[in-house]
């Protein structure tokens, strides 16, 4: 099971025999096997052949282009697995509002759990006194306590919302480099650097999710927890809700203190709202993505979510269980 993230201006993707290869000016800079290829990221000005495009549909593997501001452009996805079996059963969970609590319970207690886990281990690794984590510790084991119980979803998603406000208030403080501001969590659009290398990284864990559940025959835009809305794959995020601080912000916060990324790798996109990194600094994003992924077994954890998924909607196990970075 691999991913392919490709952000070298001007490269191209092509087939050659049972390969994916990327060249440049008649130079190879990656050749991967087709067989075991879940999915390749590419950037805009990235190009791919024809029969590439023909070769990962008949491989099966998913192809995603991404702007530099990280917003997906699109997907080619290939013909839904032939597993009719586990559709029909996420559809009929899709109407079991007691399930979906459950499930949604579960998400919401590991990305409380993983939240407070990146603000605890910051405060066992540097020395002083930091009483904003401090506080957002306490409420956020406040608040995965009371998850445990919700009622409801609504309940749920007021618990989920009041520890993430005590987590992003507390973030600012990871970042130690000089120069460097975090307003707050800004999504869309994202107007400062560290927000904006933030949601990047949502952009590819969310793709990284939304490829190996299709190629498990599962919808990833009927969830149990976020909100269906045309075009966004509710499944996908809700299954990497816990994932996102351990995985994506602790690099994001490691890119900056190392001062790898910098203000200046930042600049508006045209008249656009938001902002995109320069070839350079996506390059280097990447690279790092790969050994992030790498130091935390991340694609492995991701299939197991959604293999512990297909056995809940099967009626295997009764939940699924989130991955809690330990």
Same mark, same amino acid.
């Given at each position: 099971?691999?991913?392919?993230?490709?952000?070298?201006?001007?490269?191209?993707?092509?087939?050659?025999?049972?390969?994916?290869?990327?060249?440049?000016?008649?130079?190879?800079?990656?050749?991967?096997?087709?067989?075991?290829?879940?999915?390749?990221?590419?950037?805009?000005?990235?190009?791919?052949?024809?029969?590439?495009?023909?070769?990962?549909?008949?491989?099966?593997?998913?192809?995603?282009?991404?702007?530099?501001?990280?917003?997906?452009?699109?997907?080619?996805?290939?013909?839904?697995?032939?597993?009719?079996?586990i559709r029909r059963a996420q559809f009929e969970r899709e109407t079991d509002a007691a399930w979906a609590l459950e499930q949604a319970r579960a998400v919401v207690i590991a990305k409380l759990g993983n939240q407070r886990q990146v603000l605890a281990r910051f405060s066992a690794e540097e020395t002083g006194s930091f009483p904003t984590v401090k506080e957002a510790i306490a409420r956020l084991d406040d608040a995965a306590g009371r998850a445990g119980a919700a009622p409801d979803a609504a309940s749920l998603l007021g618990y989920e919302g009041s520890g993430a406000a005590a987590y992003w208030a507390a973030f600012p403080t990871l970042l130690k480099a000089p120069g460097i501001e975090f307003p707050g969590r800004r999504a869309r659009p994202a107007t400062d650097p560290v927000n904006a290398a933030l949601s990047f990284g949502y952009v590819l864990l969310t793709n990284m999710m939304?490829?190996?559940?299709?190629?498990?025959?599962?919808?990833?835009f009927m969830g149990f927890m976020h909100t269906e809305t045309y075009g966004t794959p509710a499944l996908a995020l809700d299954?990497?809700?816990?994932?996102?601080?351990?995985?994506?912000? #602790?690099?994001? !916060? $490691?890119?900056?203190?190392?001062?790898?990324?910098?203000?200046?790798?930042? %600049?508006?996109? /045209?008249?656009? =709202?938001?902002?995109?990194?320069?070839?350079?600094?996506?390059?280097?994003?990447?690279?790092?993505?790969?050994?992030?992924?790498? #130091?935390?077994? !991340? $694609?492995?954890?991701?299939?197991?979510?959604?293999?512990?998924?297909?056995? %809940?909607?099967? /009626?295997?196990? =009764?939940?699924?269980?989130?991955?809690?970075?330990?």
């Open positions: 099971m691999s991913f392919v993230y490709v952000a070298e201006h001007g490269a191209v993707l092509r087939k050659q025999g049972g390969e994916l290869a990327v060249t440049k000016e008649d130079e190879t800079l990656l050749q991967v096997e087709m067989a075991g290829l879940v999915s390749v990221v590419i950037l805009s000005t990235v190009q791919v052949t024809t029969q590439c495009l023909a070769a990962l549909l008949e491989a099966g593997t998913e192809l995603a282009i991404i702007s530099s501001r990280g917003r997906l452009l699109g997907q080619l996805t290939p013909p839904l697995a032939r597993n009719q079996a939304t490829s190996l559940l299709d190629a498990y025959g599962l919808d990833p299954l990497v809700e816990p994932f996102r601080a351990p995985v994506v912000d #602790r690099m994001v !916060v $490691r890119l900056f203190n190392l001062r790898m990324l910098d203000p200046e790798d930042f %600049a508006p996109e /045209g008249e656009e =709202p938001g902002l995109r990194m320069s070839e350079d600094a996506v390059r280097l994003y990447f690279r790092e993505w790969e050994r992030q992924l790498g #130091r935390l077994s !991340v $694609r492995e954890a991701i299939k197991a979510q959604a293999e512990g998924l297909a056995r %809940a909607l099967r /009626g295997d196990a =009764p939940v699924v269980q989130p991955w809690s970075w330990p």
